[in-house]
């Protein structure tokens, strides 16, 4: 099955500081999600990307497909970036459609 | 996107009862699931919600703890039944997009079994 492994398991930034979390994923997944679960348990969507770079202002994502990788940027943290942050791989095709979890990364922003 | 409405929000419950997680999606979709998500823990699916037929469900799930509906596109209701304290969990519904393959997730119930 689909293997999905996030980087660090936790963190803690003094606010105002940037941080990179990574997600490595094995073969036949043909897309990647990047959620952010709030501390009231919502998760929200922040990227779906196969490949390439995406921006949506101080988060931005690069997925390289080719070497089974995606990397998730935060600039400046602020306290409200706090909570945990899961990347999902997609396997879809011939009718199924799967989508693995990572453990997540755990991140604490303190002023 | 979908926009997914999930109730009750969080609720506790007796040891022995059981509770109904609604999920309702502003629009048709032909992909539904439940999740579990234990404290602490990453999310784990339950099972997928098959319009018109039985759910599918994963391994270590059960259809007589873990009862789904979904009578048309747009709702689903799990049921948690027989609880025990093991069951305390955040129970989320999701949906794939019609246009890729995007998942969505309704806003969860945050369920404590006493």
């Known amino acids: 099955g689909i293997q999905v492994e996030q980087s660090p398991p936790d963190l803690i930034l003094q606010e105002g500081a940037n941080s990179t979390l990574r997600c490595n994923f094995s073969?036949?997944?043909?897309?990647l999600q990047w959620f952010h679960q709030n501390p009231w348990g919502q998760l929200i969507n922040l990227f779906y990307i196969p490949s390439g770079t995406k921006q949506n202002g101080r988060l931005s994502a690069t997925t390289v497909a080719t070497e089974r990788y995606s990397l998730l940027y935060i600039s400046s943290s602020q306290t409200t970036d706090s909570g945990v942050y899961f990347c999902?791989?997609?396997?879809?095709?011939?009718?199924?459609?799967?989508?693995?979890f990572g453990k997540g990364t755990k991140l604490s922003v303190i002023p | 996107s979908a926009v997914i409405s999930q109730k009750p929000s969080r609720d506790i419950c007796q040891r022995g009862t059981s509770l109904t997680i609604q999920c309702q999606v502003d629009s048709q979709v032909t992909m539904m699931f439940w999740y579990r998500q234990q404290p602490g823990q990453s999310l784990t699916l339950i099972a997928t919600a098959n319009q018109g037929s039985e759910a599918t469900y994963e391994s270590g799930f059960v259809i007589d703890k873990f009862p789904i509906s979904r009578p048309n596109l747009t709702f689903s209701t799990l049921t948690v039944s027989n609880m025990s304290p093991e069951d305390s969990s955040i129970y989320l519904c999701?949906?794939?997009?019609?246009?890729?393959?995007?998942?969505?997730f309704g806003q969860g119930t945050r369920l404590t079994v006493v």
């Open positions: 999902a791989a997609i396997y879809s095709g011939a009718g199924s459609y799967q989508l693995t």
């Open positions: 073969d036949s997944v043909n897309n």
């Open positions: 999701s949906v794939v997009g019609q246009v890729n393959t995007e998942a969505f």
